[in-house]
C-alpha cells in the first residue's frame, strides 16, 4: 500500500547550512533515503522551498483566486514528504519514526486511494 508522509515544522526554526547540527541532520536524511531505496519502497520525496515562494489557488464563483503563501496559517508548515510503498499502517508508522523530522517536527502518515 502507498502512503505519503507529510514533513512538518516551524519554518523559521530549521537549522541551515553552517549552522552546528546541520551536517549531522542532513546524513539522517541521507541515510533514510538510502535505506528506503535499498528496501525498494521509495517512490518519490522531496524538500519543499519556503512557504514564501507558495502561492494558494482557490477558483470561487468561477473566478481563479491566486493568493501568496499557504492556505492555512498555521505554526507548522509543510516542509517535505515522502511516498513509500509498505506492507500495511504498522510498517508505515515505523518508518516515520524513523524520518528525522519526527524528532523535532512530526510525520503526518497518510494512505493512498489506489
Do not use: W
Amino acid at each position: 500500500m502507498r502512503y505519503l508522509f507529510i514533513l512538518s515544522d516551524v519554518e523559521t526554526e530549521q537549522i541551515r547550512p553552517g549552522d552546528p547540527g546541520f551536517e549531522a541532520r542532513t546524513a539522517e536524511y541521507l541515510a533514510f533515503d538510502a535505506m528506503t531505496k535499498e528496501r525498494g519502497i521509495h517512490l518519490a520525496s522531496g524538500r519543499l522551498r519556503p512557504t514564501s515562494a507558495a502561492t494558494t489557488v482557490q477558483v470561487r464563483n468561477g473566478k481563479t483566486l491566486l493568493t501568496d503563501g499557504p492556505f492555512a496559517e498555521t505554526r507548522e508548515q509543510m516542509g517535505g514528504f515522502y511516498l513509500l510503498e509498505c506492507r500495511d499502517h504498522a510498517e508505515a508508522c515505523e518508518l516515520a519514526a524513523r524520518i528525522p523530522t519526527a524528532s523535532h517536527g512530526s510525520v503526518e502518515v497518510r494512505p493512498l486511494f489506489v
